[in-house]
């Protein structure tokens, strides 16, 4: 008899531990959230390699250093050729490329010649760039002096490193030779009229319009010597 109470005490006993995990089951007390665990992290069998949406390719796993370019980031090379960009135009100067340069020539500059005192017998042409450009003084100037039949040769050691270039209101000069200051000159004349020619990109080309500087009423006394400098960005040097 006590055997068959014992019995039957374990089995109601068990009965009424299966009835309370089953509540806990149905009313999510005491169960481990397996959702959360998962938040975060991928699962086994997410496709990592998918970018996000609204991301392009080069977005995702590009770093700073792995050579892509973020959308829409503007290309520097191509900033700097449309002359956009924070440093636009740098390394695409006009001087850098010959076809591209901008001629200073009479249209577009104002020049004035001037007998100087010192050194004797010279004088200094000066060009000033009137308009909005920067503009080139290529080589030296051309001279004609009236109904002169001969150029004037330049002074070869004053050829500069590199054109001159003037930027708008800025001023060019080159130093004329007139005459052979110890008489050795011939052909003396006096010039009334002077036509100062501008060379063009290359050596004795046509640069446009020439200029016509007034001279002294009384004229200009030249020889055989007349001869002038490349132009400078510096009076001094014209004249030195």
Avoid at 11 to 30: F, I, N, P, R, Y
Avoid at 91 to 119: F, Y
Avoid at 126 to 139: D, F, H, I, P, Q
Wanted: proline share 7%; aromatic share 4%.
């Amino acid at each position: 008899m006590r055997t068959f109470r014992h019995a039957r005490l374990l089995a109601a006993t068990g009965a009424a531990l299966g009835a309370l995990a089953l509540t806990a089951c149905q009313d999510g007390s005491g169960a481990r959230d397996e959702g959360a665990a998962q938040s975060g992290s991928p699962s086994a069998t997410q496709d990592v390699s998918k970018p996000s949406p609204g991301k392009s390719p080069q977005q995702t796993g590009g770093g700073s250093g792995s050579g892509q370019s973020s959308a829409g980031q503007a290309d520097p090379v191509k900033s700097a050729q449309n002359g956009s960009g924070a440093k636009a135009g740098q390394g695409t100067r006009d001087d850098a490329d010959p076809e591209r340069l901008t001629i200073c020539n009479g249209s577009d500059t104002r020049t004035t010649a001037q007998p100087v005192a010192r050194p004797l017998n010279h004088m200094l042409l000066t060009v000033t760039n009137t308009g909005s450009k920067r503009c080139a003084l290529m080589y030296y100037p051309v001279l004609r002096f009236d109904e002169m039949q001969w150029v004037p040769q330049a002074i070869e050691d004053t050829q500069p490193q590199a054109v001159t270039m003037l930027e708008p209101g800025a001023s060019g000069y080159a130093g004329v030779l007139l005459s052979a200051a110890d008489g050795s000159g011939t052909g003396g004349n006096t010039g009334h009229r002077l036509v100062v020619g501008f060379q063009g990109r290359t050596p004795n080309s046509d640069g446009g319009p020439a200029a016509t500087p007034g001279l002294p009423a009384k004229g200009v006394h030249y020889d055989s010597a007349l001869s002038v400098t490349y132009w400078q960005t510096d009076m001094e040097d014209a004249l030195g």
